[in-house]
């Protein structure tokens, strides 16, 4: 159970192109998702939390108007990576908790979004 | 504040040799600490949890960890290491009163030489 999948699985954009993650619960509801970055060789740094139905809260040093995030329904958030330049190009990781298991159950994290822009 | 510290971003072990990676947490109230695995170009994969039972905790691929409050550590052990356990392994810390929010270390690379 708690099972998180996340779409594509691998990217490659040019540069000023736009490109939307997609994060799903499949057997649960989730309220809140999380969205990390991964840069090669370091580890996941918390850019958002995604909440359904209201706006997402960032990170401080996040570019808001860049990683825009949406989450209209309780099963679905994406993070859409606006005006993409090379530096963007990073592993993106989505994760979520049940709400439905206790607070000790832990999260449920995708497979991660491998984005390149050229 | 809360706070996880990997110390070792680099550890290589023989084949059939223990493995010990390590982490330090820092945490204003009880935690609930993580372990979890990363294969290249994938998710994360959880190997155990400590939730306050007890304080060893055994989780998949024989992998455990002992939760000793006293020194504020959580690290995981495995008798011995196989070559398919050679990946990056990130230490995490969940409390309740921060949205619930993860907070990793900076995880620890595990090389397995034959």
């Known amino acids: 159970g708690a099972v998180v999948s996340q779409h594509p699985s691998r990217v490659i954009c040019k540069s000023g192109t736009s490109v939307k993650i997609e994060c799903r619960s499949l057997?649960?509801?989730?309220?809140?998702m999380f969205w990390y970055r991964q840069f090669p060789k370091q580890s996941l740094m918390l850019m958002a939390t995604s909440n359904e139905g209201s706006k997402a809260t960032y990170e401080q040093g996040v570019e808001k108007d860049k990683f825009l995030i949406n989450h209209a329904s309780l099963t679905l958030s994406t993070l859409t990576v606006t005006s993409a330049h090379p530096e963007d190009s990073s592993f993106y990781i989505c994760?979520?908790?049940?709400?439905?298991?206790?607070?000790?159950?832990?999260?449920?994290f995708g497979s991660g979004t491998r984005l390149t822009v050229v | 504040a809360q706070s996880v510290t990997q110390l070792g971003s680099h550890v290589s072990v023989s084949e059939g040799a223990l493995v010990l990676l390590r982490c330090n947490y820092s945490s204003s109230v009880p935690p609930y600490l993580f372990w979890y695995v990363q294969y290249p170009n994938q998710g994360l994969q959880l190997l155990l949890k400590y939730t306050s039972a007890a304080t060893l905790v055994k989780g998949i691929n024989g992998f455990e960890a002992e939760f000793k409050k006293s020194e504020t550590s959580f690290h995981l052990t495995k008798p011995s290491a196989h070559m398919s356990d050679a990946a990056e392994y990130f230490c995490a810390v969940s409390v309740t009163n921060t949205g619930n929010q993860f907070y990793f270390g900076t995880g620890t690379s595990l090389t397995v030489i034959p």
């Open positions: 057997d649960f509801q989730a309220t809140t």
């Open positions: 994760s979520a908790r049940d709400p439905g298991r206790g607070l000790n159950y832990g999260y449920t």
